[in-house]
């Protein structure tokens, strides 16, 4: 971990499962101190596990709560370079057969979750005059839709248009915003798709790689864009999907 001067701080939301813990893994390991948010109770003890510095329980769709978390971490570490929104939520419900509760969920986790976090970063890092960056997590939902999703895909297109209104907000401030689109990964937030090996196989024959993702994988390319080598890169849509978005496939593999 480094100290000092030279110490980078970045919050990851989601981190005690998933993408989110994943990239609290992958940031501790390359020297961030990493505060990890999430609304298990047990957010600190998973934080510490992977590496990172410290746990805050909090509920993202509170602007309240996001703003605490923000300045605790301010309070210990004396600063936030980056921020990771990487909690999410997802109903599978036919739009006709979903109630307002829903609905309204699934936007102020998804979409609230990541303006709240997003804003009160932003306002940290503005107002301390040094250069940052945001990813939000986002989802080939961002950019498709599929059946039974349709609060989902629409708090996913909600995040893309999301980063890119940010990017071009924060650049004069030196804040870049990018937003990460991931297929399908081995997350609890997809277990149900991955018990079963009929969904499972046909997300496998869709994706011109033949596999599902990992979330480390994700974690990679969210290392990337919270790094100097990606001095450059704003308000891009980065899909991390095994080549979904670029295409379809046959049903059967087949090219020939």
């Known amino acids: 971990m480094s100290t000092g001067e030279d110490r980078v701080v970045t919050i990851v939301t989601g981190a005690a499962s998933g993408i989110g813990a994943a990239c609290v893994r992958r940031l501790a390991e390359r020297g ?10 047990e957010v600190d003890e998973h934080v510490r596990t992977l590496g990172g510095a410290l746990g805050v329980v909090a509920d993202v769709s509170s602007s309240e709560a996001c703003e605490a978390a923000v300045a605790l971490a301010v309070e210990r570490f004396g600063r936030v370079d980056h921020l990771v929104c990487a909690a999410g939520i997802e109903r599978n419900e036919a739009a006709h057969e979903m109630d307002d509760d ?38 080939i939902n961002s950019a498709i839709a599929m059946p039974g999703q349709a609060a989902y895909v629409a708090s996913k297109g909600a995040v893309l248009q999301l980063g890119r209104g940010l990017a071009v907000d924060w650049g004069r401030h030196g804040i870049r915003v990018n937003v990460v689109g991931p297929g399908v990964i081995d997350t ?14 046909y997300y496998a024959g869709r994706t011109p790689l033949g596999r599902h993702g990992e979330p480390s994988e994700v974690a990679a390319v969210v290392a990337f864009l919270t790094s100097a080598d990606a001095s450059y890169v704003t308000g891009a849509f980065v899909a991390v999907d095994g080549g979904w978005l670029a295409g379809e496939l046959p049903p059967s593999r087949m090219e020939d």
């Open 32 to 41: 961030d101190t990493v505060v990890g948010v999430d609304l298990a109770a």
């Open 102 to 139: 829903t609905w309204s969920r699934v936007q102020r986790v998804n979409v609230d979750g990541s303006f709240f976090m997003a804003r009160a970063v932003g306002r940290h890092i503005v107002a301390a005059g040094r250069p940052g960056s945001v990813v939000l997590i986002g989802s």
């Open 188 to 201: 609890p937030l997809n277990a149900r798709s991955f018990a079963d090996p009929v969904r499972i196989a």
